[in-house]
Structure formats: C-alpha cells, structure tokens
C-alpha cells in the first residue's frame, strides 16, 4: 500500500500566507468599499436575491468596526448605482439590477443616409501627410511637429452636400490610411474596423460656415450650420481628431440610447 505523507508545515504556511494576503488587502482597502464588496459578493453568490433585505446600517457598522456616517455612505453609493432600494422606515432591499449603457450611438454618415433611403457618395478634396503645428499639437495632445495624416471630404446624399469632414489621423494607429479609397467606404467606417478605441469625446455647436465651407457645401456664407467636433482615444493616446460640419436646414444629428452590447460608432 502507498503511503502519501502530508508535510503540515509547508501547507500552514500556504494558509499563513494567504491570510496575511487578505489582511494586507483589507488594510489598503477603504471601509466603506470593503462594505460595498461584501454586499454585492452576498448579491453575486446568491445568499441575497432581489427583494431581500440587507443588514441595517447599525448590523454593518458593527460587523466592520465602522461609523455609521462610512456605512451610509457605502449603501448609498450601491443605491445611486442600482444595486440597492431604499424604502423609508422599512430597511435597504437588492434591486433588480440593469445595467445602464453609458454610451450613445452615432451612426456614421453613410448609415444616416442609407437608413433613409438615399444614396450616399463621397468626394474626397485631399488626403495627404503633414505636419501640424505646435498649438495644434498641443490642442490635439500630440508631440510637437507630430506628422499626422490629414482627410477632408464631402459627403453627398442624393448627390446633394450635406456633410464637409475635416479629419486627422495619427498615423501610429492606421499607417496604410493613405491608401485608402474613401470614395467607396468613409474613414469612420475605416477606422472602426482597424482600429480599438477606449474614449470619446462630442463637441457641437452653431457655425457661420467660411467661405471654402460654403463652396464645398454649396451654400450661402449666411447659412446657419452645425459642427460636430470629435475626439477618440485609444488609453491616453489620440487616434483622430475631426470636424464635421452640416447644413443646418439640410441635416439632422440624432443620437440614441441603447441597452448593452451596442456597437460604439464613434470614430
């Protein structure tokens, strides 16, 4: 018969150290956040379903050796986000959670016009390689005399004007951008498709348009137009900056909220 020997000493000293790992944890880790985990662990493992009262206030003041001014706060903060229902003079329950989608949906030029039924084309003005100045630069977040790549286009529905796309790409991100045909597919198509994106930024507001606007849109230098000014990141680094200007009585920016697993149409 084989005869197995358990070495107790090295397995306490595993346990030890585990132990001590949690305690560290526990030390680095505010109270009112530890309160918060303990509650959503109770949530996620199932001891506390929906409807279910959690313990008072007083029951975690005193399970954590905290005041009662951090454990209201921890609960209100799982209120505020839609874990917990507080209900006057009855207690705190677990609410029935939904996730808010945090993120709008705009659809890029070619999908707006394709939803409603025209025909989008697209006339690209120029597209080339430069060098942007130090304030751009520094507006921008790139490194001074950064050569970036440089798109400006017209957008037509039904073969009428309705969109002039100023864009720079930072060419780190999409080093073939130049050899893109962007009569037959939008850079913002484009870049979805190549390139991962963590943040965003909107900017929109009314415009008397220029003179070179107003002959690339076909308009007159009076027309009211709305700009849309877009910036999207990739960590702390930026992927494109564009502008992108309407005619005001010609075009509609419409944005939408949806529930989880939207595609992020922002480029």
Not at 41 to 64: H, N, R
Not at 249 to 266: C, D, N, T, V, Y
Request: proline residues 5%; aromatic residues 6%.
């Amino acid at each position: 018969m084989q005869v197995y020997t358990i070495n107790a000493t090295v397995i306490f000293g595993q346990v030890w150290n585990l132990i001590v790992d949690q305690l560290k944890k526990q030390a680095q880790t505010p109270i009112s956040q530890q309160i918060k985990e303990f509650i959503l662990e109770e949530i996620e493992s199932g001891t506390l379903a929906v409807g279910d009262k959690v313990p008072s206030e007083a029951q975690l003041a005193t399970k954590f050796s905290a005041s009662r001014m951090t454990v209201n706060r921890a609960v209100k903060e799982l209120t505020v986000e839609g874990r917990l229902n507080r209900v006057q003079g009855l207690g705190t329950f677990v609410a029935e959670y939904k996730p808010l989608a945090p993120l709008i949906e705009i659809r890029s030029i070619a999908q707006d016009i394709a939803l409603r039924g025209g025909v989008h084309s697209c006339v690209p003005i120029d597209i080339s390689e430069g060098m942007i100045g130090d304030d751009e630069a520094e507006r921008l977040g790139l490194p001074l005399r950064a050569r970036v790549y440089q798109l400006q286009a017209v957008h037509k529905c039904d073969g009428v004007p309705i969109q002039l796309e100023n864009r720079v790409v930072n060419p780190a991100f999409s080093p073939d951008f130049l050899e893109q045909d962007f009569s037959k597919a939008t850079a913002s198509d484009y870049l979805l498709k190549n390139v991962n994106f963590t943040e965003v930024e909107h900017k929109v507001d009314a415009i008397r348009p220029t003179a070179e606007m107003s002959r690339l849109l076909e308009i007159g230098e009076s027309d009211p137009c709305l700009r849309l000014v877009r910036r999207t990141w990739s960590g702390n680094r930026l992927i494109t900056y564009v502008q992108l200007v309407h005619p005001g009585e010609s075009f509609r920016l419409g944005g939408r909220f949806q529930g989880p697993g939207i595609a992020r149409e922002i480029a």
